[in-house]
């Protein structure tokens, strides 16, 4: 990218001059099996102000609105953003916009809205998205479509992740995207070079999310016996297409939906079961100490596996599993390997998403308890929307290059990075 | 009001005693019409039982039910004709069972009955001039000597019995009065500041001992919600307007949090013979997060609580309410092709609990067993 130099010392520190010229010190690991910058992301760095001065003025550069805290934030929390959902981003646009392509503001209101929500389904309506604006776009005159297609991105990445931030998975898709594009040879004429990208997209689809899935699915069969009474937690896809699939193939089997407030994700997923035919059972999760002594397996799905074995999933995952161990019930996690990630987190404080406080409001019997919590001086809601789960919890992780346990993502990290270099 | 308004009802109901009922003078109260004022008094109660037991008509406080009970039996007492105290035990037994079977859940209920009976079989022994030591003292030598029967039967009259027991019937009624005050003044000990406190659900009695600590220390209150009746709301508006910094968590969020919290502490509806607990449901997930963090979990459980039972009686530990709560009759046609299950209790085993606090100081899960045997008798753990 022109504008930054990068100076190498002997002590191995890298002095970054990054585009608003300013020197910063970041961390370059010179090790013989390749270079890894680590960068903290701006939406978990909120308590400081530089970082918000520095990321409003980069907001103002590509005329993107910045979206403003919404409501009392607990104080464990202060490093992370609270929006409401009643306050889109594209309130502060005007439509139609100059900057962003139309797809990716219908994209941002889909994913602030909850419309989209899962980590695959978010990936992929991304990628669509990015097909969209890849057809559209014509290189102009001087310029390089590997360089200047890289930079068109950058502002909508940014709008999306203003309107909710970006999970694992939609991250090591866009470094996908940003690969291919950067990949292009300069000679190819634009058409090609699009048809080169658009066909990369669809392959990447293909292959790392459906075929993934049906691997995942023919281990998964394995595991599932006549007579089991499976356990799942709210509503992922990849379980349920398992499940669907395992029912299909004719085993005989029970499944117990377990759902918690105030998402209520699991009613979505109960849908789809009933639907199949497959018998079902719907309970809450403060009843799932009740359940569990009928249960013989637990099936969850993860938004992202981390590279020192912990699993990141919606927030309540971490209490089945931590239940399941104690009644010696075996838990297993299905996870594709694009959602594998660098990162390292033992609890669910640092780096964590927080929804609308206002959903945990309830209205039962006629009254509303929680009605007007912003009046009250010293009340606070926490709506999380992730929580981690440790590796001891877990007995064994399906992806579509295998079974493997929980400790072994760095490795499956390390083929993958090499593959890619 | 309640019991007013259906004891009217009651009233009209009773085929039998209608005009007496109606012609009774507040001032004389002959025999036969007393009793159809206890009868009334009772059935009265029984209906409330019944009707306040499912989770949707207003919740009565244990500790309602406990006096109530109690002024109830000192009421059988006094108008009841009997003439030794092995009557008036099988009459406060009977109406004990009825009670009982009213509402299985409420065990106050058969708590209370069995500490008037343990009152009734102290005041006997007073009378009799036996020492209490002698009688009580379960030793292995007296099992097998006496045949497994016990020698009692209660039959000798003496006249001083029926004031005796009144008089402690209302002791054990101050006792009972007491309770909340006492549990809330140990506070203090417990409790430094800057805490980060975690708790599930509404307790009166977690409420009153959180609010006398908040007079004098500062900490902080995460409350989780309990889905699907969301109690830990009302609780968490009265904390924070006390003063008290209170978050309101979901359940799901309950072990994401727990790595900051210092202390754990609930209330519960009966402490069990074992010492475990069967408590609201998410008690079972809270004390097993808390293990796993090593944070200590204390109890706040009034004397009252401690029941007898033992939590192997598979069907008469749970007790389940309109699944409508869990999953609404708006979702529609899956409704009849799926099992909606909605709990309200959940066991907690006491290898998961540190402290209970009572009104008569902290114990160890440990104890339990030895309270029991000074509160009730080995005899009247079956009614």
């Known amino acids: 990218n022109v504008g930054i130099l990068i100076r190498l010392r002997a002590d191995s520190h890298c002095h970054i001059k990054n585009e608003d010229d300013q020197w910063q010190i970041k961390e370059h690991f010179l090790t013989p099996l390749g270079s890894v910058v680590k960068r903290l992301p701006e939406h978990i760095q909120v308590d400081d102000p530089d970082v918000l001065k520095k990321l409003a003025k980069k907001l103002e550069r590509q005329q993107i609105p910045r979206r403003l805290d919404y409501g009392y934030k607990v104080s464990l929390f202060s490093h992370l953003l609270q929006y409401s959902r009643k306050a889109p ?52 005159s001087n310029e390089e479509l590997s360089r200047d297609l890289v930079n068109k991105l950058k502002p909508y990445i940014s709008f999306l992740n203003q309107c909710r931030p970006l999970s694992a998975s939609m991250g090591n898709a866009i470094k996908y995207i940003k690969k291919e594009i950067s990949n292009i040879p300069s000679q190819f004429k634009e058409d090609d070079a699009k048809k080169k990208l658009l066909n990369c997209i669809e392959c990447f689809i293909e292959e790392k999310i459906v075929l993934a899935a049906k691997a995942i699915a023919k281990s998964s069969i394995e595991k599932i016996n006549d007579g089991d009474v499976i356990l799942v937690y709210g509503c992922s896809s990849l379980v349920n297409h398992i499940l669907c699939e395992a029912f299909e193939k004719g085993r005989k089997f029970r499944v117990i939906v377990v759902d918690s407030r105030p998402r209520l994700e699991g009613r ?33 799905g993860a938004h992202a596996l981390l590279a020192n074995g912990y699993v990141m999933s919606r927030v309540g995952t971490s209490q089945i599993a931590l239940v399941a161990k104690a009644f010696n019930v075996p838990v297993l996690v299905c996870c594709e390997t694009y959602k594998f990630c660098e990162r390292v987190q033992t609890d669910s404080f640092v780096s964590n998403e927080l929804d609308d406080p206002d959903d945990l409001i309830v209205t039962r019997k006629g009254e509303t308890q929680l009605k007007d919590w912003q009046q009250v001086p010293r009340l606070g809601l926490l709506n999380l929307v992730y929580d981690v789960t440790p590796p001891d919890f877990v007995d064994l992780v399906i992806t579509d290059l295998g079974m493997i346990p929980c400790t072994s993502v760095p490795v499956v990290l390390r083929v993958k990075n090499v593959d890619l270099l | 009001h309640k019991i007013t308004s259906s004891c009217k009802h009651e009233a009209t109901l009773s085929s039998t005693n209608q005009k007496a ?200 209150v995460i409350v989780a919600e309990c889905a699907p009746f969301c109690q830990g709301h009302e609780m968490a508006t009265s904390l ?118 009572s009104n008569i100081g902290g114990h160890a899960p440990s104890y339990i067993y030895r309270l029991m045997s000074e509160l009730y008798h080995p005899e009247d753990h079956e009614l």
């Open chain 1, 89 to 140: 981003l594209t309130q502060q646009l005007s439509i139609p916009s100059a900057v962003i392509h139309p797809a990716i503001v219908r994209l941002g209101l889909q994913y602030s809205q909850g419309i989209v929500a899962g980590s695959n389904a978010r990936s992929i309506a991304l990628l669509h998205a990015f097909k969209q604006v890849i057809s559209d776009y014509t290189t102009p």
């Open chain 1, 268 to 300: 979505e997923a109960l849908r789809r079961l009933v639907q199949k035919g497959i018998s079902c059972t719907y309970v809450l999760i403060s009843a799932v100490s009740y359940i569990l002594p009928e249960v013989s397996k637990v099936f969850l």
């Open chain 2, 21 to 220: 009922a109606c012609s009774r003078s507040p001032g004389t109260m002959p025999g036969p019409y007393r009793e159809t004022d206890l009868t009334e008094k009772v059935e009265a109660f029984l209906s409330d039982l019944k009707r306040g037991g499912s989770g949707t008509g207003p919740l009565r406080g244990s500790a309602e039910t406990a006096r109530e009970t109690t002024a109830l039996l000192r009421r059988i007492t006094a108008q009841v004709r009997w003439s030794s105290a092995g009557d008036l035990m099988e009459v406060i037994r009977k109406e004990g069972r009825r009670m009982s079977a009213a509402q299985p859940s409420e065990t106050t209920v058969g708590n209370m009955i069995r500490r008037v009976l343990k009152i009734i079989r102290e005041e006997y022994a007073r009378s009799r001039g036996s020492s209490e030591e002698a009688d009580q003292q379960e030793s292995l030598h007296k099992l097998l000597t006496s045949g497994g029967l016990s020698e009692e039967n209660f039959r000798q009259y003496f006249t001083a019995l029926k004031a005796n027991v009144i008089e402690a019937i209302n002791e054990l009624l101050t006792e009972l009065e007491g309770t909340t005050d006492n549990i809330a003044m140990q506070a203090l000990e417990h409790i430094h500041s800057n805490e980060v406190i975690m708790t599930i659900g509404r307790s009166r009695t977690v409420e009153a001992f959180l609010k006398d600590a908040a007079r004098k220390r500062k900490f902080h």
């Open chain 2, 240 to 357: 924070s307007k006390d003063g008290i910094e209170t978050t309101v968590i979901t359940d799901a969020a309950i072990f994401a949090v727990m790595s900051r919290v210092n202390k754990v502490i609930i209330g519960t509806q009966t402490v069990l013979a074992n010492g475990g607990l069967r408590a609201v449901n998410g008690t079972h997930t809270l004390a097993l997060a808390a293990k796993h963090h090593s944070t200590p979990l204390i109890v706040c459980a009034p004397m009252f609580k401690l029941s007898p039972q033992f939590p192997n009686e598979e069907d008469t530990f749970h007790k389940f309410v309109s699944p409508h709560e869990v999953l609404p009759f708006t979702e529609g046609e899956i409704l009849s092709k799926v099992n909606v299950h909605c709990p309200v209790f959940d066991y907690v085993p006491p290898e998961l609990i540190t402290l209970f606090i």
